[in-house]
């Protein structure tokens, strides 16, 4: 996905004339300028299901809920917890 960087340049003298071009770095500041950064984006590695039922399975084994073990996994992890939970039904009731 490519994006484009805009120039927003609003006169704030009263009239509120906007005007959006292209950036090409030849224009001349006249007064206030707000610059807006855009926030990084963080690349979340992939985490296999085998990992995420080897996370599971002791917490299961201890006693702990499917739904409790499975929000305490999904914080843990930054995963959304729907989808460690539908992981967790797949475990068979008998762990050893």
Do not use: W
Request: proline share 4%.
């Amino acid at each position: 996905m490519s994006t484009r960087r805009l120039l927003k340049i609003v006169d704030i003298t009263g009239t509120h004339r906007k005007k959006t071009t292209p950036y090409n770095g030849n224009f001349q500041v006249k007064g206030e300028l707000t610059l807006v950064v855009a926030g990084c984006e963080m690349e979340v590695p992939a985490i296999s299901e085998e990992t995420l039922k080897a996370e599971l399975k002791p917490l299961l084994n201890q006693g702990i809920s499917r739904s409790e073990a499975s929000r305490l996994l999904a914080q843990q992890m930054s995963l959304p917890r729907r989808q460690i939970y539908q992981l967790a039904l797949t475990i068979l009731d008998n762990l050893s």
